[in-house]
């Protein structure tokens, strides 16, 4: 008779504790998180990118925060093995089953931008004589974005920011914003400065 065989039958170990402990150990081992993937690395404000993980053996997954070396749970699982996220950061899973887990995944990283600030605009002078022109100045500025001058609905100069303030002239009548696009969308002055143009009278209609 095997050892094993007498410890079995003097009930040192039952044959339930091999099952179970075998059972363990097979679970252990399935239990294996091989891929992370995410569909975006950057995003607007607002929108979401989606974590997908491919693991064998697990029932249910855990997202999880991560802050150097710290890991934090975020939420509570889930079955399904795709997270939908909108908050930058650094992110990780386990891939779970029962009791038992896998390690943590690699992590991803996620960017949010927003819109650009929105530039404020003022003007030298808004009451003009033809001829003259205002000088606008542009605040609020980012360093490499394009901001164009617009009267209404035309645009009129645009000039790039090294991140100070930009100024433009214009001596036409209207009302007048300041522009600036990126990839998540655009922002515009308020209030818009409105500039009146006024034509001197001449000698010559004053005489009857």
């Known amino acids: 008779m095997k050892l094993g065989e007498v410890l079995v039958d003097e009930g040192i170990i039952t044959e339930e504790d091999i099952a179970n402990a075998l059972s363990r150990q097979l679970n252990l081992e399935i239990v294996d998180l091989q891929n992370i993937a995410i569909d975006k690395a950057s995003v607007c404000s607002g ?32 079955a399904s093995n795709v997270f939908t996220v909108s908050t930058a950061g650094t992110y990780a899973v386990k891939a779970l089953n029962g009791t038992c887990e896998s390690g943590y995944s690699a992590t991803k990283t996620l960017t949010v931008n927003d819109k650009p600030l929105v530039p404020t605009l003022s003007a030298d002078n808004t009451s003009l004589i033809d001829g003259d022109k205002a000088v606008f100045t542009v605040g609020n500025t980012v360093a490499g974005l394009t901001y164009t001058l617009y009267n209404g609905n035309t645009p009129g100069e645009s000039q790039e920011s090294n991140g100070s303030g930009l100024t433009f002239k214009a001596g036409d009548a209207g009302s007048y914003t300041v522009k600036v696009t990126n990839t998540c969308g655009t922002s515009t002055s308020t209030p818009a400065v409105v500039v009146t143009v006024c034509t001197p009278q001449t000698n010559n209609e004053f005489k009857h």
């Open 47 to 78: 929108s979401n990118a989606k974590i997908t993980v491919t693991a064998t053996g697990a029932t249910s997954y855990q997202l999880y925060t991560v802050s150097g070396s710290t890991y934090t749970k975020s939420g509570n699982a889930q």
